[in-house]
Protein backbone atom coordinates (compact mmCIF):
# COMPACT_ATOMS: atom_id res chain seq x y z
CA UNK A 1 0.00 0.00 0.00
CA UNK A 2 1.30 3.33 -0.70
CA UNK A 3 2.03 5.33 2.62
CA UNK A 4 2.46 9.15 0.73
CA UNK A 5 1.73 11.21 -2.15
CA UNK A 6 1.93 14.88 -3.01
CA UNK A 7 -0.57 17.08 -5.31
CA UNK A 8 -1.88 20.43 -5.34
CA UNK A 9 -5.34 22.22 -4.60
CA UNK A 10 -4.93 25.60 -6.45
CA UNK A 11 -1.78 27.20 -4.53
CA UNK A 12 -1.56 24.75 -2.00
CA UNK A 13 0.59 22.04 -1.28
CA UNK A 14 -1.03 18.65 0.00
CA UNK A 15 0.80 15.46 1.62
CA UNK A 16 -1.34 12.64 2.30
CA UNK A 17 0.72 10.97 4.39
CA UNK A 18 0.30 7.72 6.34
CA UNK A 19 1.51 6.16 9.89
CA UNK A 20 0.34 3.29 9.34
CA UNK A 21 -1.51 1.14 6.44
CA UNK A 22 -2.98 -2.22 7.47
CA UNK A 23 -5.18 -4.73 5.64
CA UNK A 24 -7.23 -5.40 8.01
CA UNK A 25 -11.45 -6.86 7.93
CA UNK A 26 -13.98 -3.61 8.70
CA UNK A 27 -17.09 -5.40 10.14
CA UNK A 28 -16.86 -2.76 12.72
CA UNK A 29 -17.31 -0.21 10.56
CA UNK A 30 -20.53 -1.75 9.15
CA UNK A 31 -21.85 -3.68 12.16
CA UNK A 32 -25.21 -2.05 11.85
CA UNK A 33 -25.84 -3.05 7.82
CA UNK A 34 -26.87 -6.22 6.57
CA UNK A 35 -23.39 -8.68 5.94
CA UNK A 36 -24.43 -8.63 2.16
CA UNK A 37 -25.18 -5.20 1.04
CA UNK A 38 -21.65 -3.78 2.63
CA UNK A 39 -19.40 -6.26 1.23
CA UNK A 40 -21.26 -5.96 -2.11
CA UNK A 41 -20.82 -2.72 -2.16
CA UNK A 42 -16.61 -2.99 -0.94
CA UNK A 43 -16.73 -6.01 -3.22
CA UNK A 44 -15.32 -8.64 -1.33
CA UNK A 45 -16.71 -12.61 -0.57
CA UNK A 46 -17.21 -12.22 3.42
CA UNK A 47 -17.14 -10.01 6.44
CA UNK A 48 -13.99 -11.06 7.60
CA UNK A 49 -12.07 -10.68 4.44
CA UNK A 50 -9.33 -7.65 5.05
CA UNK A 51 -9.75 -4.52 2.73
CA UNK A 52 -7.07 -1.69 2.59
CA UNK A 53 -7.17 0.98 5.64
CA UNK A 54 -4.76 4.07 5.85
CA UNK A 55 -4.10 5.80 9.25
CA UNK A 56 -3.17 8.77 7.75
CA UNK A 57 -2.62 12.94 8.07
CA UNK A 58 -2.28 15.56 5.45
CA UNK A 59 0.55 18.01 5.31
CA UNK A 60 -0.44 21.35 3.67
CA UNK A 61 1.52 23.98 2.71
CA UNK A 62 1.34 27.56 1.15
CA UNK A 63 0.23 31.00 2.32
CA UNK A 64 3.66 30.81 3.88
CA UNK A 65 2.16 28.25 6.04
CA UNK A 66 3.15 24.76 7.15
CA UNK A 67 -0.01 22.78 8.29
CA UNK A 68 -0.32 19.28 9.93
CA UNK A 69 -3.85 17.99 10.29
CA UNK A 70 -3.33 14.99 13.02
CA UNK A 71 -0.87 13.19 13.86
CA UNK A 72 -1.55 9.42 13.96
CA UNK A 73 -0.53 6.68 16.37
CA UNK A 74 2.92 7.95 17.51
CA UNK A 75 5.67 5.44 18.30
CA UNK A 76 3.15 3.63 20.61
CA UNK A 77 0.36 1.96 18.21
CA UNK A 78 -1.16 -1.36 18.39
CA UNK A 79 -0.13 -1.74 14.51
CA UNK A 80 3.67 -2.12 15.18
CA UNK A 81 3.18 -4.67 12.21
CA UNK A 82 1.83 -2.72 9.55
CA UNK A 83 3.26 -1.17 6.64
CA UNK A 84 5.17 1.95 7.40
CA UNK A 85 4.05 1.58 11.06
CA UNK A 86 4.50 5.00 13.33
CA UNK A 87 6.45 6.41 10.10
CA UNK A 88 4.75 10.12 10.09
CA UNK A 89 7.82 11.73 11.32
CA UNK A 90 10.00 9.91 8.85
CA UNK A 91 7.12 10.93 5.89
CA UNK A 92 7.41 14.54 6.61
CA UNK A 93 10.92 14.85 7.08
CA UNK A 94 11.29 12.80 3.43
CA UNK A 95 9.72 15.67 2.06
CA UNK A 96 11.96 18.03 2.90
CA UNK A 97 9.77 19.57 6.06
CA UNK A 98 11.57 19.75 9.34
CA UNK A 99 9.66 19.12 12.45
CA UNK A 100 10.23 22.73 13.31
CA UNK A 101 8.74 24.57 10.70
CA UNK A 102 5.25 23.22 11.00
CA UNK A 103 3.03 26.02 12.25
CA UNK A 104 0.06 24.34 13.15
CA UNK A 105 -1.13 21.00 14.17
CA UNK A 106 -4.86 21.28 13.62
CA UNK A 107 -6.74 18.13 14.89
CA UNK A 108 -10.08 16.82 13.43
CA UNK A 109 -10.68 14.96 17.08
CA UNK A 110 -8.79 13.57 19.60
CA UNK A 111 -8.72 9.97 19.25
CA UNK A 112 -5.63 7.52 19.88
CA UNK A 113 -5.07 7.25 16.14
CA UNK A 114 -4.57 10.93 15.20
CA UNK A 115 -3.25 12.63 18.45
CA UNK A 116 -0.08 10.14 18.76
CA UNK A 117 3.06 12.12 17.46
CA UNK A 118 2.01 15.36 19.45
CA UNK A 119 4.61 14.32 21.88
CA UNK A 120 7.83 12.78 21.96
CA UNK A 121 9.91 10.89 24.86
CA UNK A 122 12.63 13.00 26.41
CA UNK A 123 14.52 11.99 29.36
CA UNK A 124 11.75 11.19 31.79
CA UNK A 125 9.61 13.79 30.07
CA UNK A 126 7.15 13.86 26.90
CA UNK A 127 7.60 17.17 25.17
CA UNK A 128 5.89 18.76 22.20
CA UNK A 129 7.66 17.25 18.77
CA UNK A 130 6.88 19.93 16.79
CA UNK A 131 8.34 23.01 18.53
CA UNK A 132 7.30 25.88 16.90
CA UNK A 133 3.75 24.52 16.25
CA UNK A 134 0.44 26.07 17.90
CA UNK A 135 -2.70 23.31 18.62
CA UNK A 136 -5.70 24.21 17.51
CA UNK A 137 -8.49 21.65 18.48
CA UNK A 138 -12.39 22.35 18.62
CA UNK A 139 -14.10 24.27 21.67
CA UNK A 140 -16.66 21.30 21.85
CA UNK A 141 -13.81 18.27 21.54
CA UNK A 142 -11.52 19.55 24.66
CA UNK A 143 -14.82 20.08 26.90
CA UNK A 144 -16.03 16.15 26.56
CA UNK A 145 -12.18 15.05 27.14
CA UNK A 146 -11.87 17.63 29.84
CA UNK A 147 -14.92 16.64 31.50
CA UNK A 148 -14.53 13.35 31.72
CA UNK A 149 -17.41 12.17 29.65
CA UNK A 150 -15.60 10.14 27.47
CA UNK A 151 -14.27 7.75 30.26
CA UNK A 152 -13.92 4.73 30.33
CA UNK A 153 -12.44 5.09 26.96
CA UNK A 154 -8.90 2.56 27.40
CA UNK A 155 -6.83 5.41 26.07
CA UNK A 156 -8.18 8.49 28.05
CA UNK A 157 -5.53 8.09 30.46
CA UNK A 158 -2.61 8.22 28.07
CA UNK A 159 -4.11 10.47 25.28
CA UNK A 160 -4.28 13.23 28.31
CA UNK A 161 -1.57 12.35 30.11
CA UNK A 162 0.81 11.66 27.67
CA UNK A 163 0.29 13.57 24.21
CA UNK A 164 -2.40 16.45 25.53
CA UNK A 165 -1.05 17.72 29.05
CA UNK A 166 2.55 18.42 27.47
CA UNK A 167 0.95 20.99 25.18
CA UNK A 168 -1.44 22.45 27.06
CA UNK A 169 1.05 22.84 30.50
CA UNK A 170 3.31 24.98 27.17
CA UNK A 171 0.26 27.18 26.50
CA UNK A 172 0.12 25.98 22.67
CA UNK A 173 -3.59 24.85 22.74
CA UNK A 174 -6.00 27.01 21.12
CA UNK A 175 -9.96 26.43 20.38
CA UNK A 176 -12.00 27.08 17.32
CA UNK A 177 -15.98 26.55 17.48
CA UNK A 178 -18.29 26.46 14.98
CA UNK A 179 -17.30 26.96 11.13
CA UNK A 180 -14.34 29.37 11.47
CA UNK A 181 -10.86 30.12 9.18
CA UNK A 182 -8.67 28.06 11.20
CA UNK A 183 -5.90 28.88 8.80
CA UNK A 184 -5.72 31.36 5.53
CA UNK A 185 -6.70 28.69 3.14
CA UNK A 186 -8.68 26.03 5.92
CA UNK A 187 -12.25 26.56 7.40
CA UNK A 188 -13.52 24.37 9.80
CA UNK A 189 -16.37 22.36 9.67
CA UNK A 190 -18.58 21.19 12.05
CA UNK A 191 -19.32 17.45 11.95
CA UNK A 192 -20.12 16.01 15.33
CA UNK A 193 -21.20 12.35 15.84
CA UNK A 194 -18.17 10.14 15.85
CA UNK A 195 -17.21 12.57 18.94
CA UNK A 196 -19.06 15.16 20.11
CA UNK A 197 -16.39 17.82 18.90
CA UNK A 198 -15.07 15.92 15.60
CA UNK A 199 -14.41 18.51 12.87
CA UNK A 200 -14.05 18.50 9.23
CA UNK A 201 -11.92 20.65 7.21
CA UNK A 202 -12.42 22.50 3.87
CA UNK A 203 -9.47 23.36 1.86
CA UNK A 204 -10.08 26.48 -0.68
CA UNK A 205 -7.77 27.68 -3.11
CA UNK A 206 -7.45 29.40 -6.47
CA UNK A 207 -11.62 28.36 -6.91
CA UNK A 208 -10.07 25.26 -5.83
CA UNK A 209 -11.61 22.66 -3.11
CA UNK A 210 -10.41 19.95 -0.75
CA UNK A 211 -12.68 18.43 1.74
CA UNK A 212 -10.63 16.65 4.45
CA UNK A 213 -13.39 14.35 6.12
CA UNK A 214 -11.81 12.86 9.29
CA UNK A 215 -13.39 10.39 10.50
CA UNK A 216 -16.97 11.89 10.04
CA UNK A 217 -16.42 8.74 6.90
CA UNK A 218 -14.14 5.73 7.41
CA UNK A 219 -14.63 4.72 3.91
CA UNK A 220 -16.09 6.83 0.86
CA UNK A 221 -19.19 3.99 1.22
CA UNK A 222 -20.24 6.00 4.41
CA UNK A 223 -20.70 9.28 2.49
CA UNK A 224 -22.61 7.21 -0.01
CA UNK A 225 -24.75 5.63 2.90
CA UNK A 226 -24.96 8.20 5.24
CA UNK A 227 -26.92 6.12 7.50
CA UNK A 228 -24.05 3.31 7.72
CA UNK A 229 -22.83 4.30 11.16
CA UNK A 230 -20.34 2.23 12.05
CA UNK A 231 -19.94 1.16 15.90
CA UNK A 232 -16.73 3.60 16.70
CA UNK A 233 -19.04 6.32 16.57
CA UNK A 234 -20.21 7.95 19.72
CA UNK A 235 -23.82 9.84 18.72
CA UNK A 236 -25.55 7.63 15.65
CA UNK A 237 -28.24 10.16 14.41
CA UNK A 238 -25.56 12.89 14.89
CA UNK A 239 -22.71 11.32 12.62
CA UNK A 240 -25.55 10.42 9.89
CA UNK A 241 -26.25 14.10 9.82
CA UNK A 242 -22.92 15.40 9.66
CA UNK A 243 -22.40 12.64 6.79
CA UNK A 244 -25.22 14.58 5.04
CA UNK A 245 -23.75 17.80 5.44
CA UNK A 246 -20.13 16.86 3.70
CA UNK A 247 -22.70 15.54 0.82
CA UNK A 248 -23.93 18.83 0.67
CA UNK A 249 -21.18 20.87 1.07
CA UNK A 250 -19.00 18.55 -1.17
CA UNK A 251 -21.53 18.72 -3.95
CA UNK A 252 -22.23 22.86 -3.56
CA UNK A 253 -18.75 23.45 -4.30
CA UNK A 254 -17.48 20.68 -6.50
CA UNK A 255 -14.92 20.07 -4.13
CA UNK A 256 -12.66 16.91 -3.92
CA UNK A 257 -12.97 14.21 -1.22
CA UNK A 258 -10.68 12.53 1.17
CA UNK A 259 -10.22 11.20 4.10
CA UNK A 260 -6.91 9.99 7.01
CA UNK A 261 -8.95 6.15 7.21
CA UNK A 262 -9.09 6.28 3.10
CA UNK A 263 -6.03 4.24 1.82
CA UNK A 264 -3.33 6.53 -0.33
CA UNK A 265 -4.75 7.95 -2.68
CA UNK A 266 -8.29 8.00 -2.38
CA UNK A 267 -9.90 11.14 -3.63
CA UNK A 268 -13.07 11.29 -5.14
CA UNK A 269 -16.06 13.88 -6.12
CA UNK A 270 -19.66 13.52 -4.84
CA UNK A 271 -22.90 13.43 -7.01
CA UNK A 272 -26.41 13.14 -6.05
CA UNK A 273 -29.08 11.70 -8.87
CA UNK A 274 -32.58 10.71 -7.50
CA UNK A 275 -31.59 10.36 -4.06
CA UNK A 276 -28.31 8.02 -5.45
CA UNK A 277 -25.32 9.43 -4.21
CA UNK A 278 -22.29 8.36 -6.04
CA UNK A 279 -18.33 8.83 -4.76
CA UNK A 280 -16.36 8.94 -8.42
CA UNK A 281 -12.84 8.85 -8.09
CA UNK A 282 -10.39 11.70 -9.60
CA UNK A 283 -7.56 10.99 -11.23
CA UNK A 284 -5.26 13.15 -9.11
CA UNK A 285 -1.90 15.02 -10.80
CA UNK A 286 0.92 13.90 -8.43
CA UNK A 287 3.77 16.50 -8.12
CA UNK A 288 7.06 14.88 -7.67
CA UNK A 289 7.48 17.57 -4.60
CA UNK A 290 5.86 19.00 -1.54
ZN1 LIG B 1 -9.58 7.45 13.32
Do not use: C
Not at 42 to 50: E, F, H, Y
Not at 134 to 147: A, G, K, L, M, T
Not at 150 to 176: A, C, M, N, S
Amino acid sequence: MRLSATFKVGNISVAALSDAAAEMPLPKFFNQVPDEDWTTALSIATPDDSVPFNFGSFLLRGSGRTVLLDTGFGEQGPYAAAEGAAGLLDRIRDLGVGLDEIDAVIHTHLHFDHVGWNTVAEGDERVPTFRNAVWRVSEEEISWWNDGAVQPHPDYEHILRDVFDPIVGQGKVETFSGETLVEPFLTSIPTPGHTPGHTSFLLSSAGEHLLLVGDAAHHPEHLIHHDWVPAVDNNPSETTRSRRRIVNLAIEKDAMVTGGHFPILTVGKLSEIDEEISFLEVDIHETDQF
